[in-house]
């Protein structure tokens, strides 16, 4: 039951360029939408989110795109900084329950 | 900066024996949450707690296992009888919320049952 996904298991990109991570789900009833980042050994750090009413939020070198049609979303690194290598998980929740459904996760990968 | 701690980092327990697992969540947070992740899966939601009670959980979460708030601080996860399968990363997470709110996660328990 992959009711999120993220299709690219890894993306290698180089330092100062933009890191675009995508993720898509099925379940309609999601209605807000996060991105955590993961570092071996550690747990998952929040990093931004989106409300289903939006289809953009901004914080930082970081932005969050929302396409409810396509029921994609898209996390974009702007630049993108070598500390920036972890793997990154999308999740989702809906506005009735408690749990966040997550994705397989992507590793990132900035070179110099 | 708060934030959610757990122990032991890293727990080895032959098969069918108890585990509890231990976690400090954020002090003025209101919403408790257990997730796993089973190595090379991904995170997989376990289950939530407000107010004492359950108030969600998966199907993976059946009777061995339970979750306790026995003091003002702490919030546990015991596995009663441990199997193989049960190997893999328990992490604790609390948000002042439910839903829409941030959860924030501590570092993580390894679990591994031999």
């Known amino acids: 039951d992959q009711q999120v996904k993220q299709n690219s298991p890894s993306l290698s990109v180089q330092e100062g360029r933009i890191s675009i991570l995508n993720c898509d789900y099925t379940?309609?009833?999601?209605?807000?939408f996060l991105w955590y980042k993961k570092y071996p050994a550690e747990g998952p750090t929040f990093l931004i989110s989106?409300?289903?009413?939006?289809d953009k939020n901004e914080d930082g070198r970081f932005t969050v795109f929302l396409n409810k049609s396509a029921k994609h979303l898209s996390l974009h690194i702007v630049p993108s900084q070598p500390g920036d290598s972890a793997v990154y998980f999308c999740?989702?929740?809906?506005?009735?329950?408690?749990?966040?459904?997550f994705g397989t996760g992507t590793r990132l990968q900035v070179f110099p | 900066e708060p934030e959610v701690t757990q122990t032991p980092s890293h727990q080895v327990t032959q098969m069918g024996q108890e585990v509890i697992l231990r976690c400090v969540p954020i002090?003025?947070?209101?919403?408790f949450y257990w997730y796993r992740q089973i190595l090379g899966q991904k995170v997989e939601f376990l289950v939530s707690?407000?107010?004492?009670?359950?108030?969600?959980k998966s199907e993976i979460f059946d009777d061995q296992f339970s979750v306790e708030r026995p003091d003002g601080s702490n919030f546990t996860l015991k596995i009663r009888s441990t199997k193989l399968e049960d190997s893999a990363m328990y992490f604790c997470?609390?948000?002042?919320?439910?839903?829409?709110?941030?959860?924030?996660f501590g570092q993580g328990t390894r679990l591994t049952v031999v």
């Open positions: 997470a609390s948000s002042g919320g439910r839903g829409n709110t941030e959860a924030f």
């Open positions: 989106i409300s289903s009413i939006k």
């Open positions: 002090s003025n947070h209101l919403y």
């Open positions: 379940n309609s009833m999601f209605d807000y």
């Open positions: 707690f407000y107010n004492n009670e359950i108030s969600e």
């Open positions: 999740a989702a929740v809906s506005y009735n329950t408690d749990k966040l459904i």
